[in-house]
């Protein structure tokens, strides 16, 4: 006899049906974020709580001193604490950016950042409080003679808001700024995917900062001390470029602008878009300049989506973007990597999707950097160093595609290059094509990877030049050395030749020895 099943109906289904919170819905898959293993989910939550830090430094303009603790509780438990001297934050915006996920200011904004999503410190709060179910603690100072507000503060997940477990006023001796605290589990290592190794690549691609790192295993403190004194020149926001939209994103823009009709919308809504270009576009479009934007319909759109993706429009603004600068990665490798040679590019803008971006390289050679191992390859995305998912990366691709042996570096066939080789890449960009949620690599946009190769054919040629330098210097040494062991018997030869006085000898060998000297001079 078979069991009777209950079959639901779609009233039944219906009412099993509810709307799912970002917060749930990213408890549920934190690997998502970067947090899918404990070492990684300790290095990302320092690495999103510098992130904040620094932006907030530089938007400020003040200097960044950030100071990074690290207190082991037990084997797999830990308490992250970051502490920086920014401009704070107001007692009313820290619950929410804190305790709610998708909340910020830098996803609107059209300038570079180094958050996007407003996702980051957050979900470091999140996985703290699935893991120990300890909430994240805040305390934040916005002026000398303003009081410090401290917070402990839990996410519910279901309704993606902030809990307040605690909200008081406090004595801080700092006179600005924020110190975040996360209790966690993870797991310590040092090595290539570790926090030491973050923090060195974040004072590399940041040289105007000081860094501060107690790390749990050892009572020394680890300092990374500013090499440049001043702040990166600060990114301005754009409007969005025209050949950066999709027809969606065109519509919607033009259903929530006040601009009333087609040419203003056109001019004031997007940057680059001047009267001629605007008149232009709406000709290609077929549809009256003048023509309010409530009477415009789904057709007329469409036209205007390919008219201005016909119509030739200045690149965007580049105004909106800081770049470390050829001096600046020059400082920062120098002063973290010991090397025999340096060198620096920093391209011109290009665009991809309307959106403008630039490419950095930075190489250090030599020193005692490995002889027999892959260049060590060091990127960074808006100054924010990416560990993660290497091989996956458009930087990795261009970097494996250029031609090293042109540079006198041996390089095995789709692999890095072999030597005594660092190797660093950095895209500068408003809005960085992230291949994930956790920002780890960046997409494979035709664009971007060209520009990447042709930023690291500059700096190899120059590397190029310095190792066959080094190669004539070192064929020069061994020539010379030869000849200074055979120039006793060359005289000893003239001298049974010529028949040469004792004084005569003396006077050839010396001016063997002056020859000698000029030809080494002139190499």
């Known amino acids: 006899m ?28 934190r690997h998502l974020l970067g947090f899918d293993n404990p070492q990684k989910a300790l290095l990302m939550a320092v690495k999103e709580a510098c992130d904040n830090s620094l932006d907030a430094c530089e938007e400020a303009r003040i200097l960044p001193e950030l100071y990074i603790e690290i207190k082991q509780l037990g084997e797999d438990r830990f308490i992250v604490s970051v502490e920086d ?8 915006a820290i619950p929410n950016i804190f305790g709610k996920l998708l909340y910020g200011s830098k996803f609107h904004a059209m300038k570079q950042t180094r958050g996007q ?18 909430p994240i603690k805040i305390i934040s100072k916005t002026r000398k003679d303003k009081p410090a507000h401290y917070f402990e503060i839990h996410i519910d997940t279901n309704k993606n808001r902030p809990e307040i477990i605690k909200d008081e006023v406090v004595s801080w001796k700092k006179e600005h700024g ?37 790390p749990p295993d050892t009572e020394e403190l680890v300092v990374y001390k500013r090499s440049v004194q001043e702040l990166p020149v600060e990114p301005l926001s754009i409007k969005p470029h025209p050949h950066g939209i999709e027809l969606g994103m065109l519509i919607s823009m033009a259903k929530n602008s006040s601009s009333g009709y087609l040419k203003r919308f056109l001019q004031t809504d997007f940057s680059r878009v001047s009267t001629k270009i605007a008149e232009e576009i709406a000709r290609r479009a077929n549809i009256d ?50 090397a025999d040679f340096y060198s620096a590019v920093s391209r011109s803008p290009a665009v991809y999707r309307g959106n403008p971006f630039i490419i950095e390289a930075g190489i250090a050679y030599g020193g005692k950097q490995p002889l027999e191992e892959p260049a060590e390859l060091l990127r960074f995305a808006n100054r924010a160093p990416l560990l993660y998912q290497q091989s996956g990366c458009a930087i990795t691709e261009a970097v494996i595609n250029t031609s090293w042996r042109n540079y006198n570096l041996a390089q095995p066939k789709d692999a890095m290059p072999i030597g005594p080789l660092t190797i660093l890449v950095h895209m500068a960009s408003i809005w960085v ?23 690291l054919q500059e700096c190899g040629r120059k590397v190029g030049l310095h190792i066959r330098k080094k190669i004539r210097q070192a064929d020069e040494t061994k ?45």
Not at 433 to 455: C, D, G, M, Q
């Open 2 to 29: 078979q069991s009777k099943t209950n079959v639901l109906t779609a009233e039944d289904m219906a009412l099993m049906q509810r709307e799912i919170s970002v917060s749930e819905f990213f408890a549920k898959n």
């Open 85 to 92: 001297n920014g401009p704070g934050i107001v007692r009313d």
């Open 117 to 134: 999503q407003g996702i980051g410190i957050s979900s470091a709060a999140l996985y703290g409080q699935l893991t120990t179910g300890k």
């Open 178 to 214: 924020t110190r975040v605290e996360i209790e966690l589990e993870g797991k310590f290592y040092r090595g290539k995917h570790s926090i030491d190794n973050y923090l060195r690549q974040t004072a590399i691609s940041n040289p105007h900062v000081k860094i501060t790192y107690q």
């Open 289 to 338: 300049s003048k023509k309010k934007l409530s009477s415009i319909t789904r057709d007329d759109f469409d036209a205007l989506y390919r008219a201005i993706n016909l119509t030739k429009i200045m690149n965007p603004a580049t105004n909106c973007l800081s770049q470390i600068g050829e001096e600046g990665i020059l400082k920062g490798l120098k002063a973290v990597i010991e």
């Open 433 to 455: 094509p992230f291949t994930s949620e956790s920002k780890e690599s960046i997409a494979h946009y035709p664009e971007i990877i060209k520009e990447v190769k042709l930023a």
């Open 479 to 523: 020539k010379r050395s030869y000849i200074e062991r055979y120039i006793p018997q060359i005289v000893i030869g003239l001298k049974e030749i010529l028949n040469l006085k004792e004084k005569e000898t003396n006077k050839t060998t010396k001016n063997l020895y002056v020859i000698l000297e000029k030809t080494r001079r002139r190499y």
